[in-house]
């Protein structure tokens, strides 16, 4: 008896990792395409202001809470250039998002969001642990559009500009209260074991994961101001 229950259970055990590292690679992808459809649409995020970005952070498919007001909870990843701005556009750091009530909410939709991280003090919030925007980092909604024309003083020194799409409609929104936090599972999951976040966003630490490669062309794309793709 022991025998028939143990073996079972050691096949979970070692489907786990598998598991884990293609659930990672449907996210690292999905960041991917959600970034590439928003540069694509002419209300998207402006190109000269993403130049001027450090970091992008990807966030698919949020998900809400049920009908009323209440939070929300997704998971993506986030890429930075290296040498503090200086290089291309690094390896991805796997986060999450959670917390906070970002207005009226139905239940069953999912929001995709977009974080332009734009200076050195935004940088150092994803070197934490964990982080609550609009207390420990400024945030403002992003502007939208293909200029920076109709940006206001806020919007440019934000450390942080949030953008969202939901039902094919993308616009800016701030996410007060809403908690940002480094997912150690899903690094090790992609990265085959853990990750030091400051190698990770800061210097050239590692190789691009294949899933993360559209991401990362995207950015060069649409945002080539350091040389090429790491």
């Given at each position: ?29 999905e960041c991917g395409e959600v970034f590439r459809e928003v540069m694509g649409v ?68 999912a929001t995709d969001f977009v974080f332009l991280v734009m200076n050195q003090k ?37 450390e942080i500009l949030t953008y969202s799409r939901n039902r094919g409609i993308f ?60």
């Amino acid at each position: 008896m022991f025998i028939r229950r143990a073996v079972p259970a050691l096949i979970v055990l070692a489907a786990a990792p598998v598991y884990g590292q293609a659930k990672e690679t449907r996210r690292l992808r999905e960041c991917g395409e959600v970034f590439r459809e928003v540069m694509g649409v002419k209300e998207g995020i402006p190109v000269d202001l993403l130049q001027k970005a450090d970091c992008v952070a990807v966030i698919p498919s949020v998900k809400k809470a049920a009908l009323g007001i209440g939070g929300r909870y997704g998971k993506g990843a986030v890429v930075c250039r290296i040498d503090k701005g200086a290089g291309p556009w690094g390896a991805p750091l796997m986060i999450s998002i959670g917390g906070g009530s970002f207005g009226l909410q139905i239940g069953g939709q999912a929001t995709d969001f977009v974080f332009l991280v734009m200076n050195q003090k935004g940088i150092d919030s994803l070197l934490k642990s964990k982080f609550t925007l609009g207390a420990d980092v400024s945030i403002a909604a992003g502007p939208v559009g293909r200029s920076l024309e109709a940006a206001t003083d806020a919007q440019m020194k934000a450390e942080i500009l949030t953008y969202s799409r939901n039902r094919g409609i993308f616009a800016g929104i701030a996410l007060e209260g809403a908690v940002v936090k480094q997912d150690k599972d899903a690094n090790v999951n992609v990265y085959g074991e853990e990750v030091n976040p400051r190698d990770l966003l800061l210097y050239k630490s590692r190789a691009t994961p294949a899933a993360a490669r559209d991401l990362l062309e995207a950015l060069r794309e649409f945002s080539p101001r350091h040389g090429s793709l790491n």
